[in-house]
């Protein structure tokens, strides 16, 4: 794993001419590792302007309860551990260098923060059966 990497280069924006919509552009990368799409269909102007896709994260965390893996390109990592915390740690470890105010998303996280994390908030009974075996967390680290 890279111990310490800051996301820093130039930030560019570049116009393309001729466009497909983002729902077609999606399905043009839909086969790349870890693929994601945040559609901003909305009509309403101010509020819908960006819709954002990304894929091949330069890491990926999955925890799992305790057990929490982390792939990158030097191979995968698992550890035992709170899930929060150690995403709290790998955050420390990653900056964006160059920002542009105007767009809200240029690099970052995107996954999904399941049900059962609530365990590591707060004490509840576990009833719930683990009927699909998704990870609890699921994190893409992007930096493209």
Partial sequence: MDSNKSIAGEIFIHEVEGACPPLEAFCRFASHANV??????????????????????????????????????????EIEGNPFEHLRELLKQFSLQNTIESIPFQCGLVGYFGYNLCHFIERLPSKAVDDIGLPDMYMGFYDT
């Fill in 36 to 77: 994601f799409f945040l559609d901003s269909a909305l009509p309403v102007k101010g509020i819908s302007r960006y819709s954002f896709l990304g894929f091949n994260p330069f890491l990926v965390m999955k925890a799992k309860q305790r057990k929490i893996t982390l792939t990158d390109s030097n191979g995968v990592l």
